[in-house]
């Protein structure tokens, strides 16, 4: 057990991401918080903290990925358990933060569902969020509690950085992605090119036109997330037309709904690299272009600094 300043570094997982938690843990040598999580027959959810929190500095580690609304209450539940149970301080590490693509009114009469989880976690008796690869990295804002934002892109733009790729091009899959891709290109030494998409239903998209050059070359395109695997397989096609030898993609979320995995098993693209922020299905990890990077050292580097109350800025190096 680690025992730094005055207070006890405890860390407990819900049940959405178990070998996220165990690999964090290791990374921070300190057992698992040791924690009962069930539902009623009602589908209810109910959880217990089964050892002494009174006091202790709390990490609680839950990605909110499918089910979504269940790990999300389940979250909630732990939160408040947490709060009832007396810890000096409850940081919730967030891999994946879902309902982050409705983060404003972009049609007459919708919710912001990105700034209600932000309240509710609040309400549910947050101290401070430590989140990895927001949707939009100012959902940050959207809390009055001190959120830790990660990104994944070192880890990712240093494993892809071993493949030697030559006469690469980082392309963006859409107009958001620009800026993710320019820090990618800067990192491995890469230009950039950006498919202008349109999405005309929440699983279809259009790839519309191409900004830059990629001929003749090779491309990486990095992402948030990948989710029904619409925008990647079409942004991959389109470049391929124009021109694109091998095709690689990363990302940090794995979402991977609908027929994600089917979509990218059978499309031209070479490689799909993918962090743990999310567990991958069974089927996924039959998909063999598919490759996982771990970022538990990062996660597990910053709740070991917030704990020390040390700088986390060298985790985006
Ligand atoms: C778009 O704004 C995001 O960066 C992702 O490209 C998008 O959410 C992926 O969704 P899907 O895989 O369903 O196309």
Known sequence: ???????????????????????????????EGKMELTRFPDGETWVKISENVRGADCFIIQPTCMPVNENIMELFLMIDAFKRASAR??????????????????????????????????????????????????????????????????????????????????????????????????RLG??????????????????????????????LIPDDMISTAGTMVEAAMFLKKHGAKDIYACCTHPVFSESALKKIESSILKEVMVTDTIPLPEEAKKVKKIKVITVAGVLGEAIKSIHNETSVTKLFR
């Open 89 to 186: 301080r409850i940081s919730v590490v967030i891999p994946y933060y879902a309902y982050a693509r409705q983060d404003r009114k972009d049609q007459p009469r919708v919710a912001i569902s990105a700034k209600l989880i932000a309240n509710l976690l609040t309400s549910a008796g947050a101290s401070r969020i430590i989140a990895m690869d927001f949707h939009a990295p100012q959902v940050q804002g959207f809390f009055d509690i001190p959120v830790d934002h990660l990104i994944a892109e070192p880890v990712l733009a240093r494993e892809f950085a071993k493949k030697k790729v030559k006469d690469l091009v980082v392309a963006a899959s859409d107009m958001g992605g620009s800026k993710m891709a320019r820090s990618f290109a800067e």
């Open 190 to 219: 890469a230009s950039i090119a950006i498919v202008d998409k349109r999405r005309y239903h929440s699983n279809k998209v259009e790839a519309l036109s191409l900004i830059g050059e990629v001929a003749g070359k090779n491309v």
């Open 1 to 31: 057990m680690l025992v730094l300043r005055n207070y006890k570094l405890k860390v407990f997982g819900g049940s959405a991401n178990p070998e996220l938690v165990t690999k964090i843990c290791r990374y921070l040598r300190t057992s």
